[in-house]
């Protein structure tokens, strides 16, 4: 009898056992990258404590660890990347753009951005969230009004509720407490205030969608800026827009009734026309800077209209890209903006043509210098800096206007580490988004490792030689074969 229960237990063990050499073969093989420098973009790209000859292990997706070669030991059976002579940076993030395609997908990753904080609207159409490869898409839906655009405007339930009409319409509170329950369930990871949605509806979003962790943008005009910031409001959007803080109250209380009209129209030209050294713009920049609201300025929206621009469909991911889906694209032959004359004007002799054209020019590139010096001011209070694209609008085209936007955060006097962290920590920073923007462990193992050291140069963030997303080698150059 002892005999048979030896036997038994022996066959007990051995079918317990007998799976775990199998297991162990299936477990893929860490990915190593090793002897690059690791950049530290942590506290809003103020601190400098970067990891010389390190070592970063990745395993399922996630960074596991991240420190010196000479404390860290590579795995046997690892899959190593060389990075000697190379910098690692976070995969960067683009907090305001479209993905409506696969070519846009495609644009942006080749470009080195991972992640998209994705809006639909009509200049960018909706999002396509089907497309593979893809960056990792957080999606932005508007609250607080009517929008044609909204994640829900198509669910049967909401058609009536958000259709537009001719400008969008502030919704009652009970319709904007249950948009945000139904948004939240979507996934959806950031909620956008637009210029219709007065100051108690903006308060009581704040605080809500901080409850169901949900970041909140905001594009004031019925809320006066100062009350959005005051309640909390996680990033104001467009240089030109959050500019409107230095209005007076005369020019702000009628905006409550026309956020959209002449009112707004009267506004936003005084607000433009403040000179960059008036008290008032920089109290209001201190204000700001005082506060927890970040600015996602969209520089690149105007890039086309200040000095020193390059032809963006000179870049290889231009190639992807179809102008005809594009909300007013420059030029593909100069990479300047066109300006459409109105129907009458196609009768004028094509001299009086060139003039009305090569007028509208000059006064859009004034008003883009205008904006550019009130956002220097504004700068020297140092308030915080998100960093968004607006592609593919009005010249910008995805992935490549990200860097641009880097580019003009540079010359407004942020360094180039700062502008980094713009584009990745600061993301976690502001919205606690704390799975991705540093090569830490547990961090997303979204990875670049770029060819110069971009501390020192923001251009070098383009010189990628490997791209890693969620862990995964990307092939870069498999992604400029699509055809658009």
């Given at each position: ?5 030896r ?6 063990c051995?079918?317990?056992?007998a ?23 942590t506290n ?9 000859n ?10 596991v660890?991240?420190g ?24 960067l ?41 893809s ?14 655009w909204?994640?829900?405007?198509r ?16 919704l ?21 205030i ?7 509806n ?22 006066p800026?100062?009350?959005g910031i ?8 467009h ?11 005369e ?26 050294t ?60 066109e ?16 003039y ?7 006064k ?17 209070a ?9 592609a ?36 976690a ?19 670049l ?11 070098n ?11 995964n ?12």
């Amino acid at each position: 009898m002892m005999r048979l229960i030896r036997v038994l237990s022996a066959l007990a063990c051995a079918v317990v056992l007998a799976p775990l050499p199998s297991l162990a073969q299936t477990e893929p093989a860490p990915l190593v990258l090793a002897g690059g420098t690791v950049i530290d973009l942590t506290n809003w790209g103020e601190s400098a404590r970067d990891i010389p000859n390190a070592v970063v292990i990745v395993r399922e997706g996630r960074i596991v660890e991240v420190g010196p070669a000479s404390s860290i030991a590579i795995p046997k059976g690892a899959q190593v990347i060389d990075c000697a002579g190379k910098f690692i940076i976070p995969g960067l993030i683009d907090g305001f753009a479209g993905v409506n395609s696969q070519a846009e997908a495609n644009a942006h990753l080749y470009m080195g951005v991972t992640t998209v904080v994705a809006r639909a609207d009509s200049k960018h159409g909706f999002i396509d969230f089907a497309v593979s490869p893809s960056p990792h898409i957080y999606a932005i839906d508007s609250v607080g009004a009517t929008d044609n655009w909204s994640l829900l405007a198509r669910r049967p339930e909401w058609v009536e509720k958000l259709r537009e009409g001719p400008h969008p319409a502030e919704l009652v509170p009970q319709d904007i407490a249950r948009q945000m329950a139904d948004t939240a369930k979507l996934g959806t990871r950031v909620l956008y205030i637009g210029p219709a949605v007065t100051a108690a509806n903006t308060q009581w979003i704040v605080t809500h969608a901080h409850e169901l962790h949900m970041a909140v943008y905001a594009n004031f005009a019925a809320t006066p800026p100062r009350v959005g910031i005051e309640a909390g409001v996680d990033a104001l959007v467009h240089a030109e827009r959050y500019t409107l803080g230095v209005i007076p109250d005369e020019l702000q209380r009628p905006l409550y009734d026309d956020p959209f009209g002449p009112s707004a129209n009267t506004a936003f030209d005084y607000a433009e026309h403040v000179p960059p050294t008036d008290l008032r713009l920089r109290n209001y920049a201190r204000f700001i800077a005082a506060h927890r609201s970040a600015l996602l300025p969209t520089f690149s929206l105007s890039y086309v209209l200040l000095p020193a621009h390059r032809n963006l469909w000179k870049e290889p991911t231009a190639q992807l890209l179809d102008p005809h889906r594009m909300y007013r694209p420059t030029n593909s032959e100069t990479g300047e903006m066109e300006f459409p004359l109105p129907a009458w004007a196609r009768r004028l002799p094509s001299a009086g043509q060139r003039y009305l054209q090569a007028d509208a020019q000059k006064k859009a590139q004034q008003q883009a210098r205008r904006i550019w010096q009130i956002n220097a001011t504004i700068f020297a209070a140092f308030p915080h800096y998100l960093a968004g694209s607006g592609a593919d609008a009005m010249g910008t085209m995805p992935g490549v206007s990200l860097h641009t936007e880097l580019e003009m955060l540079v010359r407004l006097g942020l360094s180039p580490r700062e502008a980094l962290a713009a584009a990745t920590s600061n993301y976690a920073q502001q919205f606690g988004w704390n799975e991705l923007g540093l090569i830490a462990p547990g961090r997303r193992a979204d990875i670049l490792v770029v060819s110069g050291d971009p501390t020192f140069s923001i251009w070098n963030a383009r010189n990628i030689s490997t791209l890693i997303e969620d862990g995964n080698i990307i092939d870069r150059p498999a992604l400029l074969r699509i055809r658009r």
